[in-house]
């Protein structure tokens, strides 16, 4: 029985493996009738990591939790006023 799950295996390989020769194929072919598309190819592939997040320090995080609360507030005070008053 083992022999017959490593052959399927080495059969799922070698069809992955044309696969991805496909897909390369199709790619190259989008990227020579879009050459702008290139960079935007090459930038999905270094992924987000090139650029650093700037952290909040928590003195502004406060700040920022503050100003939400009182602008949910006043929605609040809004949406509850136009109901009222129709």
Do not use: H, N
């Amino acid at each position: 029985m083992p022999k017959a799950r490593s052959a399927r295996l080495q059969w799922a390989r070698l069809g992955a493996e044309a696969r991805l020769r496909e897909i390369d194929e199709e790619r190259a072919t989008i990227l020579a009738a879009f050459p702008e598309l290139r960079r935007t190819a090459r930038s999905a592939r270094q992924g987000a990591g090139g650029r650093k997040r700037r952290t909040m320090s928590a003195a502004a995080r406060r700040r920022m939790s503050v100003g939400m609360r009182k602008y949910w507030a006043k929605r609040r005070a809004l949406q509850k006023k136009s109901k009222d008053g129709s």
